[in-house]
Each structure stands twice: as C-alpha cells, then as structure tokens.
C-alpha cells in the first residue's frame, strides 16, 4: 500500500506571497491532519479534515487554511507569507476522525524569503 | 495545558549499546505513541500504546505506558548504526474537540564519535 504523499517536496517563496501544499492520504484513510515542524517549536498542530470537513483546529491565525475533497486528498494554503512561516510542514492520515495512530508523509520544507 | 517532556534531549551510541529514553506529561494520557523522525523526511510510527502497564515490543525496541498514565519509556537493544535519528514521544490531546496529537520535543540519536 503507498504512503502518505506530499507534493511539491520544497518551495521557496518571497514574504507576502500565498503557497498551496497538497497531500494524499493512504488509501482507505479519510482524515487528513497537518502539522508544522520549526527547529524552535517542534511539532504543532494546524488542523484536521474528515469527510471534507475541518473538525479541529490547532492554535494559529487565519492566514493558514485548508480543504479536503472527496477523494480524501487535502490541501492547506497559506496567504500572505511572513519569514516566520518557514518550517517543515507535515501531513499525516488515519483511518477515521480523531484517530491516535496518524501515519505521515515526507513534509513540504517551505523556504520564504 | 498538556506538554510531553522528552529525557534526555540528546545522546550518543556505540553500535551494540542498549539505549534508554522517556517521555513525561504532568497530565494523564490515554494513549502514548513513538516515532522516529530521519533527517529530511516525516515522522514513521514506531510503537503506539493504549493501556497502562502495557509492554510492547518491535523488534529491537520496547516501549512502556507508564502505570500512572503519566508516562511512557523507549528502549532500544543492541543498537545499530541506522538507529540514529530523533524519536518522539505524541499522545492525544483533549481541547476542546476531538483530539488530535501533540509531541513531545524529541531525544536526538547520534553515533558516538
């Protein structure tokens, strides 16, 4: 069974420009979470997508969104990028809603400038 | 709010030593998961565990839920030079809504020079 898979696997943008990272989930798996690892904060929590539906949200501002469409595969956009929003960026899927065991792709490293 | 202490943060191996690290949250946890992370590329789930005192191996690692639901322990036995890398601690987090993971800062691997 293929892995989480990640497209583009890096991006460099300049500040105040907007990125699109896509994301498929392991076949049978239907919720998509997202994560952003930094040197300084780890691993954190964006959000998570279920039947094309956001059903959590981690503590960060508007400016990161995402989707998920019917096939399961998911997107997060980020809009006006700032310095501080360079970082590994990781999608991971389960099963179901809320489930522990998450399974994770290769990360989009995004590089803004 | 609920935080994963990882001991320690790093550490050096010599092939064939056995190697202990532990992760410790001030609040309970229902379920504590292990990955390992290589350089460039996500998070692969190692060992997950769901019940107190509950010991389970994979291959030359061991891991342990904790009695007090409040932490959990990894163990690697006769280590090999492909052990290197950074392993994370990650259990539910309860904010909210449904949970989602949050990780433990991480234990840093490397070769004894």
């Known amino acids: 069974k293929a892995g989480v898979t990640q497209t583009p696997r890096y991006l460099i943008k300049t500040r105040g420009q907007q990125v699109t990272l896509s994301c498929s989930p392991i076949s049978g798996h239907r919720s998509v979470s997202w994560y952003q690892q930094t040197p300084g904060q780890g691993l954190q929590f964006l959000f998570e997508y279920f039947s094309e539906t956001q059903r959590n949200k981690g503590n960060f501002p508007g400016r990161f969104s995402g989707r998920q469409f019917s096939n399961s595969r998911s997107e997060m956009n980020v809009s006006t990028l700032e310095l501080g929003d360079s970082a590994l960026y990781l999608c991971?899927?389960?099963?179901?809603?809320?489930?522990?065991?998450?399974?994770f792709g290769p990360g989009t490293r995004l590089t803004v400038t | 709010g609920q935080q994963l202490n990882q001991s320690p943060q790093s550490m050096f191996i010599q092939e064939g030593e056995d190697v202990s690290m532990n992760c410790t949250s001030s609040s309970i946890f229902n379920t504590w998961l292990w990955y390992k992370q290589d350089p460039g590329e996500g998070p692969v789930l190692l060992i997950a565990?769901?019940?107190?005192?509950e010991l389970t191996s994979n291959g030359r690692l061991t891991a342990q839920f904790g009695i007090t639901r409040k932490d959990s322990f990894l163990n690697i036995s006769a280590s090999i030079p492909s052990d290197v890398g950074i392993y994370f601690c990650?259990?539910?987090?309860?904010?909210?809504?449904?949970?989602?993971?949050?990780f433990g800062k991480g234990t840093k691997l490397s070769v004894k020079p």
């Open positions: 565990l769901y019940k107190a005192g």
């Open positions: 990650a259990g539910p987090f309860y904010g909210g809504s449904q949970g989602n993971l949050i």
């Open positions: 991971a899927s389960s099963l179901r809603q809320g489930a522990n065991e998450q399974y």
